[in-house]
T-cell receptor
Framework: DAGVIQSPRHEVTEMGQEVTLRCKPI?????LFWYRQTMMRGLELLIY????????DSGMPEDRFSAKMPNASFSTLKIQPSEPRDSAVYFC????????????FGSGTRLTVV | DQQVKQNSPSLSVQEGRISILNCDYTNSMFDYFLWYKKYPAEGPTFLISISSIKDKNEDGRFTVFLNKSAKHLSLHIVPSQPGDSAVYFCAASAYNDYKLSFGAGTTVTVRA
């Protein structure tokens, strides 16, 4: 398996623009997680899905952020409009069970909003 | 509010010596703890875990210690090697939960 695949690896955009981050989980993994990494707060959970259904989105910062999982092999995280404070590394992870089964993370998307 | 705290942002250690990374948590519901290792431009990878029924778990050069009464855990790396230079994240969860709460990370640099 190729692991969790995220695209793009790097994204630079201007403030106010829409940004879409993409994730392909490992086949057979029913759980998909979006995390954001910042220097100050480390890795923060934004949202997670089970069988394509959002289960907990309490970590989504505000209405500018939205996430979808239209099928078992694809998820998007969208920011509209983007702001400089959204600059961070966004990770997608997938799992086939609870945390004791382990997460597999993608390589992340480094987002810079100027 | 951060429920998992790694108060040391960085640690420098000489090759062959012990690295000790510390982590504190505040949520008494947490009973499963993990350490992840992250190299630049890569995602975090699982390193070692411990459940609250144990106070120590060892895997090769890596040992995690858990002190439930103090809500504290530590990761020991002995001996430290140059390839251990990375960011280490402490994470916690309730067993059989699906969400992990992470600390801010500790950057370890192993000097030759």
């Amino acid at each position: 398996d190729a692991g969790v695949i995220q695209s793009p690896r790097h994204e630079v955009t201007e403030m106010g623009q829409e940004v879409t981050l993409r994730c392909k989980p490992i086949s057979g993994h029913d759980y998909l997680f979006w995390y954001r990494q910042t220097m100050m707060r480390g890795l923060e959970l934004l949202i997670y899905f089970n069988n394509n259904v959002p289960i907990d989105d309490s970590g989504m910062p505000e209405d500018r952020f939205s996430a979808k999982m239209p099928n078992a092999s694809f998820s998007t995280l969208k920011i509209q409009p983007s702001e400089p404070r959204d600059s961070a590394v966004y990770f997608c992870a997938s799992s086939y069970g609870p945390v004791n089964y382990g997460y597999t993370f993608g390589s992340g998307t480094r987002l810079t909003v100027v | 509010d951060q429920q998992v705290k790694q108060n040391s942002p960085s640690l420098s250690v000489q090759e062959g010596r012990i690295s000790i990374l510390n982590c504190d948590y505040t949520n008494s519901m947490f009973d499963y703890f993990l350490w992840y290792k992250k190299y630049p431009a890569e995602g975090p990878t699982f390193l070692i875990s411990i459940s609250s029924i144990k106070d120590k778990n060892e895997d090769g050069r890596f040992t995690v210690f858990l002190n439930k009464s103090a809500k504290h855990l530590s990761l020991h790396i002995v001996p430290s090697q140059p390839g251990d230079s990375a960011v280490y994240f402490c994470a916690a969860s309730a067993y059989n939960d699906y969400k992990l709460s992470f600390g801010a990370g500790t950057t370890v640099t192993v000097r030759a």
